[in-house]
C-alpha cells in the first residue's frame, strides 16, 4: 500500500460558534494488514495496521482509539466534540512501527 | 476486405435497426444498486466524509494533475479542470473509439490517453491508479443519466452484450436475466438480489476491503454461477457493461457505491 503518509479524509466544518456540538469524521487509506495472512508462497504477510489514532484540540486530546488486527481495512472514526477556543485540531494516526500521518485543520471560533 | 468491412457495417446497420424497433426489456422501475444494501450501508455512501471510495477519488484528483507520466503531461495539461471538462463524460461510457472501432469503457479510454497521448505505460486493470481515476472522473458525472450510443458502430456489441445478458451460463446453468430480471428483490445467502444496475461502479466493496470496478464485481458473479471468469477488461464484459449501462439509462450515477 501507499508508503506513509497515508491519504486521509477529514470531514469537520471550518467554522462554529463557542460551545457548539460538532461533529468530525475521518477516513485513512490503510491495508490493515493483519499479520495472519500468508502470500502465494506460503511466507506470512507481516502485520501493517494503524495502532493508535489521536486527535487533539488546542493540543488537548479529545479523541484517541487503540486498534487492533481486528478492524477492518481503511479505518473510518466519526466523533464529537464541543467547540472552545479557535485553533488547530491535529489527527495522528500512528501504525506498528512508529510510522506517523498527521493532518491539521483549524477551526474557527466565530 | 474493404469490401468486407463494409457488409460488416450494412448488417450492422440493419441489426441497429431491428434493435431499435424492438429494444429488449428493461426493468419497469428503476432501482438503483444501493437500495438493495442496509441502511447503514446507504447512509455510509450518502456522506462523503463517510464514504471510504472517497479515498480513492481523492488520489485521482491528484492524479488528475500528476506529471509523472510518460513524456511529463498530466492529465489536465490537456483537459483542464475536470470538474468543468469531466462533467457528463462518464454517462457516454462505454462508446466506440473512433479510430480503432473497439469498444471503450472508461478504464479502456484512460489508458489509451495514457499510451498514445501522454506516451507512458498504461495502469495495471484493477491497480488504485486506475480505480482512482475511474472513479475520480466518473464522480464528476454524478447525478447525470446514462447517455451512452447503441446504435451504428455499437450496434453489433450492443447485442453481444444483450445476448450475454440472457444466455445461461456455467455448472449452475444461469443467466443474468435470471437473477437480475426474473429473481429481484429475493434473497441469495445473505444478499437481497439487486436489478444489477451498475451506476454505482466503481465500489467500495467491504468483501473486498478496497475500491473494486465493475468488471472485479461481473467476476465475482461469473464465479457465483460457477462460470468461467473472463479478464478484467475482456471485450465481453466490455459489451456487457455496455449493455448493462443501457439498461440503467433511467438511473442517475451515483458512483462512487458502498457495497456489502
Known amino acids: 500500500m501507499a508508503d506513509t503518509p497515508h491519504p486521509t479524509r477529514i470531514s469537520m466544518p471550518a467554522t462554529a460558534k463557542r460551545g457548539d456540538i460538532i461533529d468530525i469524521k475521518t477516513l485513512i487509506q490503510h491495508e490493515m494488514e493483519t499479520g495472519y495472512r500468508r502470500d502465494a508462497n506460503g511466507r506470512v504477510i507481516p502485520r501493517d495496521i494503524v495502532a493508535h489514532f489521536e486527535v487533539r484540540y488546542l493540543d488537548e486530546i479529545i479523541f484517541a482509539a487503540d486498534t487492533f488486527a481486528g478492524v477492518s481495512a481503511n479505518p473510518y472514526f466519526a466523533f464529537s466534540t464541543i467547540v472552545g477556543d479557535s485553533g488547530p485540531v491535529t489527527f495522528t494516526w500512528t501504525d506498528l512501527a512508529g510510522r506517523k500521518t498527521v493532518e491539521t485543520r483549524t477551526l474557527t471560533v466565530t | ?260
Open chain 2, 1 to 260: 476486405m474493404v469490401g468486407l468491412v463494409f457488409a460488416a457495417s450494412q448488417a450492422v446497420g440493419l441489426c441497429s435497426l431491428a434493435a431499435q424497433t424492438n429494444l429488449p426489456s428493461r426493468p419497469a422501475i428503476a432501482k438503483p444498486g444501493n437500495v438493495y444494501q442496509s441502511p447503514a450501508t446507504q447512509a455510509q455512501q450518502a456522506d462523503d466524509g463517510a464514504n471510504p471510495a472517497m479515498l480513492w477519488v481523492g488520489q485521482g484528483e491528484k492524479l488528475w494533475s500528476s506529471t509523472d507520466a510518460g513524456d511529463g503531461k498530466s492529465c489536465a495539461g490537456c483537459h483542464g479542470d475536470a470538474v468543468a471538462s469531466m462533467k457528463g463524460v462518464a454517462t457516454r461510457y462505454p462508446q466506440i473509439d473512433a479510430k480503432s472501432g473497439a469498444l471503450l469503457n472508461l478504464e479502456g479510454r484512460i489508458n489509451q490517453c495514457r499510451t498514445d497521448r501522454q506516451h507512458a505505460t498504461p495502469y495495471a486493470y484493477e491497480s488504485a491508479p486506475l480505480l482512482s481515476l475511474t472513479a475520480y472522473i466518473t464522480l464528476q458525472s454524478r447525478g447525470m443519466p446514462r447517455d451512452v450510443k447503441i446504435d451504428g458502430a455499437a450496434a453489433a456489441q450492443f447485442e453481444a452484450g444483450r445476448s450475454f445478458f440472457v444466455t445461461r451460463q456455467g455448472q449452475l446453468n444461469l443467466a443474468c436475466t435470471q437473477c437480475h430480471d426474473q429473481s429481484v428483490g429475493q434473497k441469495l445467502r445473505g444478499d437481497t438480489i439487486s436489478q444489477g444496475q451498475s451506476g454505482g461502479w466503481p465500489a467500495y466493496r467491504f468483501e473486498w476491503q478496497t475500491m473494486g470496478s465493475l468488471h472485479r464485481r461481473l467476476r465475482a458473479c461469473s464465479l457465483g454461477v460457477r462460470a468461467e471468469q473472463l479478464p478484467f477488461g475482456s471485450p465481453e464484459y466490455v459489451a456487457l457493461e455496455l449493455y448493462l449501462a443501457w439498461r440503467s439509462q433511467d438511473l442517475p450515477l451515483d458512483a462512487p457505491g458502498v457495497r456489502r
